[in-house]
């Protein structure tokens, strides 16, 4: 059975031809290259696209990505136009694929001068505001922003609460092997539902919880990041504010430290060891642990701290040794191994 195209649109698309092709236009009429200076043309295609799972046009090639690398990195045979419209098909891809397209062309790995950024998010956005669609900052990653395609009610420049309908319609594009579980689409690749930010944040939500001290926010924070961009369910304190402001912490943290979520990664300094939050976290991770008698916590170390509750033979990982991306894909095969990712 062969794997579904995420290229191919399934049903309406609300960002138009019209405006695609202007964006495209203007983004190959800069200097710098749309996937910027970092990465090279096929790496940068590999963020958004499942390369090595759709078929190669050489015939002496079997994926997409070994097509790409021969002609557009060895032999520089394919223009960029060729690239994105024939290959990326941006033009009557699934919008929300369209959406992630620009998603990368913003991202810091690619495009990390924040003045050129903010040049290509002006122009961007100035194009899709007639079809009632924005980027807007959606996180960020090291002190540097990101961005996500987002819908507004109508086109215009304000932007209100869209219509759960036209959001049910918006994803209903996407082709169901990039919402679901599959072992021949990179995590990366996958969209998530735009819905599911309404979601109220529970102890069922969440694939992961990350518990650490906020000494190590930096390192965490990027790990949150590069989860979130491989379609990991995660719970990262600071991106729920508003929904932690005036709960009970004692209560709310032992729900969701405690609860159903596959792994707790663990992130031990001797400021963890401490703090006062830190050790809510750990003990009802250390509860949910002892009573499913399985495997839930994930020690990610920063020092030599040792920490009560944690048994020595518990096998731990080095901050030192795995950046914050390393460690992001270390989480995913976890969750291909109890068949989450």
């Given at each position: 059975m062969s794997t579904p195209d995420p290229r191919q649109a399934t049903g309406p698309s609300f960002i138009s031809e019209v405006t695609r092709h202007a964006i495209v236009d203007e983004l190959l009429l800069r200097d710098e290259p749309y996937y910027g200076r970092r990465l090279n043309e096929v790496a940068f295609l590999n963020r958004f696209?499942?390369?090595?799972?759709?078929?190669?046009?050489?015939?002496?090639?079997?994926?997409?990505?070994?097509?790409?690398?021969?002609?557009?990195?060895?032999?520089?045979?394919?223009?960029?136009?060729?690239?994105?419209?024939?290959?990326?098909?941006?033009?009557?891809?699934?919008?929300?694929?369209?959406?992630?397209?620009?998603?990368?062309?913003?991202?810091?790995?690619?495009?990390?001068?924040?003045?050129?950024?903010?040049?290509?998010?002006?122009?961007?956005?100035?194009?899709l505001k007639a079809d009632g669609f924005e980027l807007a900052q959606g996180g960020s990653i090291s002190g540097r922003p990101i961005f996500k395609l987002k819908a507004l009610a109508q086109p215009g420049p304000v932007a209100s609460v869209v219509p759960l309908d036209v959001a049910r319609a918006f994803y209903d594009q996407v082709p169901d092997v990039l919402k679901t579980s599959s072992p021949d689409i990179p995590q990366a690749a996958k969209i998530p539902d735009p819905l599911s930010s309404i979601t109220v944040a529970s102890a069922d939500t969440y694939d992961v919880v990350l518990s650490y001290a906020s000494e190590q926010r930096g390192y965490v924070e990027a790990v949150a990041a590069a989860l979130n961009a491989r379609g990991v369910r995660y719970f990262y304190d600071a991106e729920h504010t508003a929904y932690l402001w005036g709960k009970d912490l004692n209560e709310t943290l032992g729900k969701i430290y405690g609860g159903n979520a596959k792994f707790c990664v663990m992130f031990i300094s001797e400021a963890y060891s401490r703090k006062d939050w830190p050790i809510v976290e750990r003990r009802n991770a250390l509860m949910r642990a002892v009573r499913d008698r399985a495997e839930y916590i994930l020690p990610v170390r920063f020092d030599e701290t040792m920490l009560d509750g944690l048994p020595q033979s518990v096998v731990y990982v080095s901050s030192v040794d795995f950046d914050p991306h390393q460690l992001a894909d270390m989480v995913v095969q976890k969750l291909h191994q109890v068949g989450l990712a």
């Open positions: 696209l499942p390369l090595n799972s759709l078929p190669a046009t050489d015939r002496r090639f079997r994926t997409l990505y070994e097509d790409l690398v021969q002609h557009v990195v060895n032999n520089n045979d394919y223009s960029d136009i060729d690239v994105l419209s024939g290959f990326a098909k941006v033009h009557s891809c699934p919008d929300l694929l369209f959406g992630r397209f620009l998603e990368e062309c913003l991202h810091p790995l690619v495009r990390d001068d924040a003045e050129a950024r903010a040049e290509l998010l002006e122009m961007f956005n100035k194009h």
